[in-house]
């Protein structure tokens, strides 16, 4: 393994990676340093050429120390899908669709389970527990079961119905709570009090982010390490974000890519979009969003608490920040369905809308590449398309127009 330590990125403090750690003692989230050196010592990017198509062919770049704790069920490596027609509708020549929806659980989700599982297992956890808009539930759930540990996930009774599914099919002890995420996060904190479990809630142990982190490896590989000039990404707790610019940072130490990283868009919905009134407003933190509400449910997380590191992202790499409405999201994933034969998820949707915006005003140019992140399939969220067909009787014909 080449993770030698745990950093804070506010304060510097450094933690061993032997011990069970969540926070820095400053309150901030903790990230995974390499020796980078050795790193390169040991893998070329021919190496990679030779490897199984999963997010473990960067395992030199990932925390888990031995083979044999590595719970797998061949996730990553998604594919670029061209949009060629959407592209041609926004006048972009180079359009691509990173589909994360065709992963174990639907979701990108999996990646930070894959890992952060993997890592739990082998620092010796039995019990996790997350509070959880449901993707991150059903994945972690599905993860713990392979792994042979205890999920305990708490989600808003408002989330896909198909997470409470996939938590129970998978054996998790699951509650619901009549609030939003961070009402599940306060409950999780006074269980955690009585219990000793491991906390694994978003940016609070500092693997989930590794796993994220492939996204950024993937598409820098994808483009042969010459990365595209924008990458749009639907932000939550952005978890993400932080993860694809964290690779895309190591990739340039390691002198994998030029320092001339991709344009990194966090797209929101309106209805919950505390990053992008932060980055309206320069500033580097966010504040608390009143009354979250919007169809892509995983966009619902009303402060976020990497919030700084996601608007370091955008700051760092000259991106944006932009608010969609729901509207604009329901028609962007009908959109790509109906021209590009993909169903996607609602937070993914909200990639193309924002993607609309940014060409109209100029922002991405015709020329530039340009990644869409698809986050989940829209299988997941059935009820976003309501379709109306007429029923038949057996003997009926169909009209004739
Ligand atoms: C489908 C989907 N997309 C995006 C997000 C936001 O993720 P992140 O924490 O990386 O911002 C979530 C989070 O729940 C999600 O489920
Ligand atoms: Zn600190």
Redesign the pocket.
């Known amino acids: 393994m080449y993770a030698t330590h745990l950093q804070c990125p506010r304060c510097g403090q450094t933690y061993e990676t032997e011990q069970i750690v969540n926070l820095c003692e400053c309150g901030s989230p903790l990230l995974v340093r390499y020796d980078l050196e050795k790193v390169k010592a040991a893998l070329t990017k021919d190496d990679l050429l030779l490897r199984e198509p999963s997010l473990w062919r960067y395992r030199q770049l990932l925390p888990v120390k031995k083979t044999e704790n590595i719970v797998t069920m061949g996730e990553g490596m998604t594919p670029l899908v061209p949009l060629d027609k959407i592209g041609g509708q926004l006048g972009l020549s180079s359009l691509y669709l990173k589909d994360e929806g065709v992963l174990p659980t639907g979701?990108?989700?999996t990646r930070g389970a894959a890992v952060g599982v993997s890592r739990a297992k082998e620092l010796g956890a039995k019990t996790v527990i997350m509070p959880?808009?449901?993707?991150?539930g059903g994945a972690w759930s599905a993860y713990c079961a392979r792994a042979g540990l205890k999920a305990v996930i708490v989600m808003p009774q408002d989330a896909p119905s198909i997470n409470r599914v996939e938590c129970a099919a998978a054996g998790a002890d699951l509650y619901l709570v009549d609030g939003l995420i961070s009402d599940a996060g306060k409950i999780v904190a006074r269980a955690l009090a009585e219990n000793q479990w491991y906390d694994v809630s978003?940016l609070k142990e500092p693997y989930r982010i590794e796993g994220?982190k492939t996204m950024g490896l993937e598409i820098a590989e994808q483009f042969q390490w010459n990365p595209p000039d924008v990458i749009v990404?639907?932000?939550?707790?952005?978890?993400?974000?932080?993860?694809i610019y964290k690779a895309l940072t190591e990739l340039a130490q390691l002198g994998w890519i030029d320092g001339k990283f991709p344009r990194l868009v966090a797209v929101q919905a309106a209805g919950c979009a505390p990053i992008v009134k932060a980055w309206q407003e320069n500033k580097t933190e966010s504040q608390f969003w009143p009354d979250a509400k919007t169809i892509?449910?995983?966009?619902t997380?009303p402060k976020?608490i990497g919030d700084f590191l996601?608007l370091e992202a955008i700051y760092k790499t000259d991106g944006c920040a932009l608010a969609v409405s729901d509207e604009d999201i329901l028609k962007a994933q009908n959109d790509i369905a109906s021209e590009e034969g993909l169903f996607i998820?609602p937070?993914?949707a909200a990639t193309l809308a924002a993607a609309r915006q940014l060409t109209t005003t100029g922002w991405i140019k015709p020329h530039e590449k340009v990644v869409l992140l698809n986050?989940?399939t829209g299988l997941k969220y059935p009820k976003t398309i309501e379709p109306n067909p007429p029923v038949l009787q057996p003997d009926d014909k169909l009209p004739v127009d």
């Open positions: 979701t990108f989700k959880t808009n449901g993707n991150a978003t994220k990404y639907p932000t939550g707790g952005g978890v993400g974000i932080i993860g892509a449910f995983g966009l997380v976020a996601v998820c937070e993914g986050t989940g």
